[in-house]
């Protein structure tokens, strides 16, 4: 079943990439693999797919720790300033910062670590009161603050976007998170990329390629409906 999904999952991309006259190259599927065991992110591995999200720290050096090294792992989920020391140089990207706080802690720990972190903005574009992410005013500010510090940078935009039954209801949400970058790509920031684009999730992930995105993050796409009452 697992493999049937995940071709399913990376066919439906390479169509929405041909829709929308996109390189297939352009767009990388992370299998979101939360609450997930780890026979079954081997099976996808095997599959070939090398990038994993996880949205808990434990979790994911948990299995960090088990799967082999050349899987790069993605922190999608909210993110502690207390537990970055521990995925320091174990993540290839965080996808979820959202305050220079927190920014700060990852380039200390960065420093600490010997290594440099990759991140992402994460953008409430929505406006949603129950999610992370700061509002489309705040991203720019934030971004010139976070350019300063050291062995930390930005790599791009994420978000969340609403829950919704017509994915075609995401899609001024994603071209919006796309004009923002393309805008703050404009400025020309010392230390600032924005060469990725992070949104797209199971009911949406194929409007979100049309709509630029460089990382969809799929989880019950491809292993199914998540359990959590066994946690
Ligand atoms: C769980 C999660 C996903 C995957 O959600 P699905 O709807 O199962 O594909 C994607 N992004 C984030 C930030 C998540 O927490």
Known sequence: MLKENYEEVQ???TEACKRAGRNREEVTLIAVSKTKPVEMLSEI??????NFGENKVQELTEKEEVLPKDIHWHMIGHLQRNKV????????LIHSVDSLRLAKTISEEAVKHNCEIPILIEVNVAGEESKFGVSV????PLIEE??????IHVEGLMTI?????????????FRKLKELSVDI????????RMAILSMGMTGDYEVAVEEGATL???GTGIFGERDYSKR
């Open 11 to 13: 066919k439906k991309i």
């Open 216 to 218: 969809v993050r799929v």
């Open 146 to 151: 976070i350019a300063k510090l050291p062995a």
């Open 137 to 140: 005013e705040e991203t720019l």
């Open 85 to 92: 020391k521990y995925i320091a140089g174990k993540v290839a």
């Open 161 to 173: 976007a609403p829950y919704v039954e017509d994915p075609e209801e995401n899609r001024p949400v």
């Open 185 to 192: 790509a404009a400025k020309n920031i010392n230390n600032v």
């Open 45 to 50: 591995y095997d599959l070939g797919e090398r």
